[in-house]
């Protein structure tokens, strides 16, 4: 990523030194306005650092250092001090302050110091930009497969790993884009750098544009401080453009721009930001059908497609569902309560031969339910959504009916009763939360803004949440009449 820095000494030629030791082309330095109120300067700019001269920080340096740090970025402070005084030091080390340096010390010293600072404060950030739920660290090998397809296909991303090429994903929904994209930086010549995900698809035009490319104070109605984007953030890394075919026609114009030039312009700047990432865009649309539609640019894809590559879906590489199966069956043994520990015969013999529209992910969804629901040791076809296993969703399910709530005459499963209340209820969420989005998504035809704003949650969420489940807008935009 780009550092920021916001620079306010209290004489030119300080401020000279320290511009002098701390611009290179990975760090931005903008200087405070000192003729108006410093504090008015650093509530609407975006940076990571402040380094400030103590005189600035007036008669109680501990408390502004304090209020510094409650900024929405949570800057590191570096306090300057034309003079040494140990008790002042531990005073401001103690509100929060990263470091206090001595003015009178040689260049050499406060530079490793101040590269010591911006290196622990890079890393805090760019871990800050994995989600949480992500694996850990995906490689290449884990897609291992038995498929004749999926080895040839992996045999090409072998061969392109090491290129700093645009690389565009395709593949039905599911069938691991994003996985693969972060394997793929992962064990690139990028693997030191961030990674950083934008769904093009979950966020409106207006917010799509902010996020990607950032903006200056004033930029919009609302935009009340700097922010950066995307882009920035994801210098020396990978950025990952998912749903790239969701892309309004006028930020793909602004796309192609950043691409062929390498600069970023933030909404609103009037100068441009250098960067330096590699693209991997992807998208489960057929863009060459988009192209010709004309809702996708022919410079753009030509641009995204250096290098394109298409991901086997699910149903055509039927010979690593067993494996995927029982790998998954281990990867949740130890997130969620359960009694399986395998996958019957009869069960196994199901999941091969379904078709599986929502590919891996959907598997990952069958596989985490049906150990909620299974009673045994082992996974039978009971146990499978209904549209799998073959058995009626009304032998182990009961939604009650808000009648039913009222009068108490609420019914569950036998099998629920032999389970702790806390399984019960988790089985009986997991349901409800997928039958009420698939009930939503039928009523919106897949209108992904109209089923989350009648659900009551964020684009983003129910995009996430979609993508757990398995659902897809496509499926239901198909059943319209």
Not at 18 to 38: G, H, K, P, W, Y
Not at 195 to 200: E, I, K, P, T, Y
Not at 336 to 344: D, E, K, M
Request: aromatic residues 6%; contains cysteine.
């Amino acid at each position: 990523m780009l550092a920021r820095i916001m620079l306010a000494a209290d004489t030119e030629s300080l401020q000279s030194r320290f511009r002098q030791i701390l611009e290179n082309e990975d760090i931005i330095v903008e200087t405070a306005d000192l003729d108006a109120s410093l504090w008015e300067t650093v509530s609407r700019e975006s940076f990571d650092l402040m380094v400030v001269s103590k005189s600035f920080l007036g008669v109680s340096a501990s408390d502004s250092v304090s209020s510094l740090r409650t900024l929405p970025e949570s800057p590191d402070v570096v306090v300057l001090s034309d003079e040494e005084d140990p008790e002042e030091r531990a005073s401001l080390l103690a509100a929060g302050c990263s470091s206090v340096l001595y003015t009178g010390l040689a260049n050499e010293m406060l530079e490793e110091a101040m590269t010591t600072i911006l290196e622990r404060r890079v890393q805090s950030v760019e871990e800050s930009l994995i989600p949480s739920d992500a694996p850990q660290v995906p490689q290449l090998s884990d897609f291992v497969s038995k498929s004749t397809a999926m080895q040839a296909f992996m045999n090409v991303v072998h061969r392109v790993v090491a290129s700093d090429a645009t690389l565009l994903l395709m593949g039905e929904t599911g069938v691991g884009k994003e996985r693969l994209a972060r394997a793929i930086h992962n064990e690139s010549p990028r693997s030191t750098g961030p990674f950083v995900s934008v769904n093009c698809g979950a966020l409106s035009e207006t917010l799509l544009e902010s996020e990607l490319f950032g903006h200056v104070e004033g930029a919009f109605t609302g935009a009340s401080r700097a922010r950066r984007g995307y882009f920035e953030l994801a210098h020396n890394g990978t950025i990952f453009l998912d749903e790239i075919g969701e892309m309004p026609k006028h930020l793909q114009v602004k796309l192609l721009t950043v691409l062929q030039t390498r600069e970023v312009q933030q909404v609103g700047a009037e100068t441009s930001i250098t960067i330096d990432v590699c693209v991997i865009a992807a998208t489960n649309r057929d863009l060459i059908e988009e192209v010709e539609a004309g809702s996708f640019r022919r410079d753009l894809f030509y641009r995204l497609s250096v290098v394109s590559l298409t991901i086997p879906p699910l149903r055509e590489r039927r010979e690593d569902i067993p494996m995927l199966a029982s790998n998954l069956l281990d990867h949740f043994r130890g997130e969620i309560p359960h009694h399986a520990t395998g996958i019957s015969a009869a069960a196994m013999e199901a999941l091969c031969q379904y078709d599986w529209p929502g590919n891996v992910r959907e598997l990952m969804n069958v596989i985490e339910r049906a150990m909620l629901l299974a009673d045994g040791v082992n996974i039978v076809p009971a146990d499978l959504p209904a549209a799998i296993g073959g058995v009626s969703p009304d032998a182990d399910t009961v939604f009650p009916t808000p009648e039913a709530v009222e009068e108490e005459q609420l019914t569950v499963p036998n099998a629920w009763l032999k389970q702790p209340l806390v399984e019960a209820r988790q089985k009986l969420l997991a349901e409800f939360e997928r039958a009420y989005l698939v009930g939503l998504l039928e009523a919106t035809k897949g209108r992904v803004g109209e089923t989350a704003k009648r659900a009551g949650i964020q684009p983003r969420s129910l995009f996430e949440k979609m993508k757990r489940l398995g659902l897809r807008k496509e499926d239901y935009r198909a059943r319209r009449r």
